[in-house]
C-alpha cells in the first residue's frame, strides 16, 4: 500500500456525459501528478500540481479536462463531454520532492460508451 | 521516435533464470531513472530507482545505468513465476515538474 488513494476505481459512463475522479496523495507530499494510461501505452503526463499550484500541463489535456487541488490537499480531475477515446486508467502519482520517487495510487479506470 | 524506448518483449524465461530488461532514452539531460512493475489491471509499482552510473543493487534486482550510452537495464536474477508481469522503465527529466517520462514496457513471463 502506497499511500496514494484514488476514487472511484471503476467509472462507466455514457459519451458526452462529465465525470470527476478524486485522488488523495501520501499526506507529507506536496507534489502531485496526474497520467493517463491506455492498453499496451505506458503511463502518459497530463498535470503536476505542487501544492495548490497547477503549474504544467500536457498538450493531451484538451479544453473538456480541467484538474484542481484546492488547499494542496487532494486533487480532483474533471472530463466534460466525455468521448469514447477518453477510455482509459487514469493514475495520480504523489512525490515528496523534485526528482523523487513518484507513488501511483490504485487509479480509476474510465469506460465511455 | 519515443523518447524512452523498450523492447516490448513479450520476455519469456524459465524459472531460477535472469531476466534482463534494457530501456533506452533520448534526452542527455535527464536525471533520475526508475523501474516499476505493473500486473495486468493495476498500477504501476516502483522496482528500483538509480540516480547515477553504475550498478545498484536491492535483493534480486540490479538496475545499471549508463548515462553516456543513454541507457538503463534491469536484471532480475532467480526469476519467479510472481515476477510475470510489464516492466516500465520512467525517466524524469530536471525540470520544474521533474514529470516522468515512461516507455510502453516490456512483459515478462516466467515459466515454471
Known amino acids: 500500500d502506497t499511500g496514494v488513494s484514488q476514487n472511484p476505481r471503476h467509472k462507466i459512463t455514457k459519451r458526452g456525459q462529465n465525470v470527476t475522479f478524486r485522488c488523495d496523495p501520501i499526506s507529507e507530499h506536496n507534489r502531485l501528478y496526474w497520467y493517463r494510461q491506455t492498453l499496451g501505452q505506458g503511463p502518459e503526463f497530463l498535470t503536476y500540481?505542487?501544492?495548490?499550484?497547477?503549474?504544467?500541463k500536457s498538450r493531451l489535456l484538451s479544453d473538456r479536462f480541467s484538474a484542481e487541488r484546492p488547499k494542496g490537499s487532494f486533487s480532483t480531475l474533471e472530463i466534460q463531454r466525455t468521448e469514447q477515446g477518453d477510455s482509459a486508467m487514469y493514475l495520480c502519482?504523489?512525490?515528496?520532492?523534485?526528482?523523487?520517487?513518484?507513488?501511483f495510487g490504485p487509479g480509476t479506470r474510465l469506460t465511455v460508451l | 521516435q519515443k523518447e524512452v524506448e523498450q523492447n516490448s518483449g513479450p520476455l519469456s524465461v524459465p524459472e531460477g533464470a535472469i531476466a534482463s530488461l534494457n530501456c533506452t532514452y533520448s534526452d542527455r539531460v535527464s536525471q533520475s531513472f526508475f523501474w516499476y512493475r505493473q500486473y495486468s489491471g493495476k498500477s504501476p509499482e516502483l522496482i528500483m530507482s538509480i540516480y547515477s552510473n553504475g550498478d545498484k543493487e536491492d535483493g534480486r534486482f540490479t538496475a545499471q545505468l549508463n548515462k553516456a550510452s543513454q541507457y538503463v537495464s534491469l536484471l532480475i536474477r532467480d526469476s519467479q513465476p510472481s515476477d510475470s508481469a510489464t516492466y516500465l522503465c520512467a525517466v524524469t527529466y530536471n525540470t520544474n515538474a521533474g514529470k516522468s517520462t515512461f516507455g510502453d514496457g516490456t512483459t515478462l513471463t516466467v515459466k515454471p
Open positions: 500540481f505542487q501544492n495548490e499550484a497547477q503549474l504544467e
Open positions: 502519482a504523489s512525490s515528496r520532492k523534485r526528482m523523487d520517487t513518484q507513488y
